[in-house]
């Protein structure tokens, strides 16, 4: 029998976060290594486990799984976070690459220089309220109903709550002209796994620090 999927990332959020969130939605419990050094990335290299030369690697059912959204994709059809069809399959893709696309703008955030950051916070609340969660806020009028897919917890609606709180962290008013997005963000959040994953000491990553992207500058041997 398989063990605790083992993720191999750093002490941060970065890619790997989302991976996180899904298998505590789940419900599915996990292992960490965190890469603190040079050496340890060169010899997940050397043992050919990164097929791109990139992390996030996660170890799960006796395969070394990399690339972000394959990994994110076999968690949520293992676990039933996938729909139930294709066409819902499709539409949970389409929401997910959605906020996949926002968490970007987030994500690079910590590596950008302080005059840069402040023009890219603005940037992440100007999309965040004009272009994403209009739209989700309409689907969720349109649907009437709990969750964004088929009326039923999905992967979807766990991304889209990781997205809300990271816009919030930005600017924590940023509902206030979304209630059904704040409707949704308070019942995903009351979910038991989900609560569980958002209570202190969980393996819920804080906002990156100095510490994170010096170890990941220094991992990487990234110069900028």
């Known amino acids: 029998m398989a063990g ?6 750093f002490n941060g959020r970065g890619k790997m976060e989302s991976i996180r969130w899904l298998l505590a939605a ?10 603190e050094t040079r050496e340890q990335y060169e010899k997940l290299l050397q043992d050919g486990y990164l097929l791109f030369q990139q992390v996030p690697l996660v170890e799960i059912d006796r395969m070394k799984m990399v690339q972000t959204r394959a990994i994110l994709s076999y968690i949520a059809a293992k676990y039933n976070l996938y729909g139930k069809d294709l066409k819902e399959r499709a539409m949970i893709d389409m ?8 968490m970007g703008l987030i994500i690079v955030c910590p590596f950008l220089s302080a005059e840069n950051k402040e023009k ?4 992440i609340i100007q999309k965040a309220t004009n272009r994403y969660f209009p739209v989700y806020e309409k689907i969720l009028r349109d649907q ?8 039923q917890f999905s992967w979807a609606d766990v991304h889209l709550l990781e997205a809300i709180l990271m816009v919030e962290e930005k600017k924590s008013s940023v509902l206030s002209e979304f209630p059904l997005l704040q409707a949704f963000k308070a019942r995903i959040s009351d979910i038991p796994t989900v609560k569980k994953f958002l209570e202190p000491g969980s393996q819920r990553k804080p906002v990156p620090d100095d510490k994170y992207t010096e170890t990941v500058k220094r991992v990487l041997q990234m110069n900028f």
Do not use: R
């Open 144 to 151: 009437g109903q709990s969750f964004l897919v088929g009326n």
């Open 120 to 123: 890219q916070h603005a940037v």
């Open 4 to 9: 605790k999927p083992k993720l191999y990332y």
């Open 26 to 35: 789940a419900g599915v419990e996990f292992e960490e290594e965190f890469l």
């Open 95 to 102: 929401y997910v690459e959605g906020t996949t696309d926002l």
